[in-house]
């Protein structure tokens, strides 16, 4: 039986298998990199998302605290509602505590008030304003205007004004 043996290869394809291997290994680190960057990132933005959030919530709970003292009035405000403590717990604010510094003013001088909310991460978030006193004999009083209000009048009156111009 006679053999038959294959031809030699020639140098140059036994040095490409080599080559495959090394574009493989290098595919896999390139790959690697960018994988890990993008977890990075994505990681980073989730916290960024996540405290952007809270911030929102804590600027909601700052501007219903100052809503209601500017409701209420700051003279009466510490006899009606609480002035520090935390916030309900079905309420969105529940993980913030908050606190609300009143320093009345004299006659003609608003009141200075400070309100603060704590996150339970430790985080705080305060406002500083000054609201004027309530004036009046009435503390709530019911205001009307002096004679009804002919809203579509009062449009047509404008748009016959721009038309003529």
Known sequence: MV??????????????????????VIAG?????GLSAILSISGRALLMEQ???????AASAL???????????????????????????????????????I????AGVPARVVATVLHDTGKKYTIETH????????????RYPTSPIDREARYEEERAKLEGS
Do not use: N, W
């Open 131 to 142: 609201v004027a006193l309530k004036r009046g004999e009435e503390p709530d009083p019911v």
């Open 63 to 101: 501007d219903e605290l100052l809503s209601s003292v500017v409701t209420e009035g700051v003279e009466v405000f510490s006899e009606i509602q609480p002035t520090s403590g935390r916030f309900e717990a079905d309420s969105p604010y529940a993980d913030f505590e908050f606190d609300i510094l």
């Open 3 to 24: 053999r038959v043996r294959p031809a030699p290869r020639p140098m140059r394809m036994r040095s490409r298998r080599g080559f495959a291997l090394i574009d493989a």
């Open 51 to 57: 405290k952007g959030e809270i911030e929102i919530r």
């Open 29 to 33: 680190v390139i790959l690697a990199i």
């Open 103 to 106: 320093e009345a003013g004299d």
